[in-house]
């Protein structure tokens, strides 16, 4: 069964820190890995998309990696911004004869205190 | 970037009746869609997968009568959660993918459904 674990579930960290966010799947055969994000009330937004050849990928402050041999993933936020409240989701998809099936981990609940 | 716009964003009905949630592509064809549904605190759950022209695919547990989808055009589905009952109120999010075989799929913004 396709699974993706996400931890901590929540974290609350002063703004200006760093923080790393952790996706583990047993996702098989594997498509690729995305980070979103997603504010209350909204629709989340991508913030990577990660293939099995990648091995990090940056955005702005985020920065994600990808180790396709251990199955793990990791989002990492540098200098938090109040606006980085949020919850990140990891969703890893298979590739299902051409067809790519999502599976969506719990999230994050990221709070950013001043 | 592609642009999911997603409409109401918010409803409140009365159980019993029915409601219509709208979800276009505005700036792409979109030969698949997926709606799914967000209890608070929960991950996104996979309701069903909608193909431009044919039915939908509904997963297990999901009731197609209640929830019926329709994909009539390359850039519009809809999805009307019918007789509805308190147990529905959730979040109802849809995405839709470019192209038939690509692995992004772009968000829309969100539902909130109350059913008092």
């Not at chain 1, 540098?78 to 790519?100: E, F, H, K, P």
């Not at chain 2, 929960?42 to 069903?48: D, G, P, T, V």
């Not at chain 2, 009539?72 to 999805?79: E, F, G, I, V």
Request: positive net charge.
């Amino acid at each position: 069964k396709n699974q993706v674990e996400q931890s901590p579930q929540s974290l609350i960290i002063l703004e200006g820190k760093n923080c790393t966010l952790q996706c583990n799947y047993t996702v098989s055969p594997f498509s690729n890995l995305r980070w979103y994000k997603q504010d209350t009330g909204r629709g989340p937004v991508s913030l990577t998309i990660m293939t099995f050849s990648e091995n990090t990928k940056s955005n702005g402050r985020y920065t994600a990696t990808l180790d396709a041999d251990t199955k793990q993933s990791s989002l990492h936020i540098t200098a938090s911004q109040l606006s980085d409240s949020a919850s990140y989701i990891c969703v890893v998809s298979a590739n299902s004869r051409g067809s790519y099936i999502p599976t969506f981990g719990r999230g994050t609940s990221l709070i950013v205190h001043p | 970037g592609a642009v999911v716009s997603q409409h109401p964003s918010w409803v409140i009905c009365k159980s019993g009746t029915s409601v219509k949630i709208e979800c276009r592509s505005l700036d792409f064809q979109a030969t698949t869609m997926f709606w799914y549904r967000q209890f608070p605190k929960q991950s996104l759950m996979l309701m069903a997968t909608s193909n431009e022209g044919s039915k939908a695919t509904y997963e297990q547990g999901v009731e197609k009568d209640k929830f019926l989808i329709n994909h009539a055009s390359l850039t519009l589905s809809t999805l009307t959660v019918t007789s509805a009952h308190p147990e529905d109120s959730s979040f109802y999010i849809c995405s839709a993918r470019p192209g038939q075989w690509g692995p992004e799929a772009f968000f829309g913004q969100g539902t909130r459904l109350t059913v008092v």
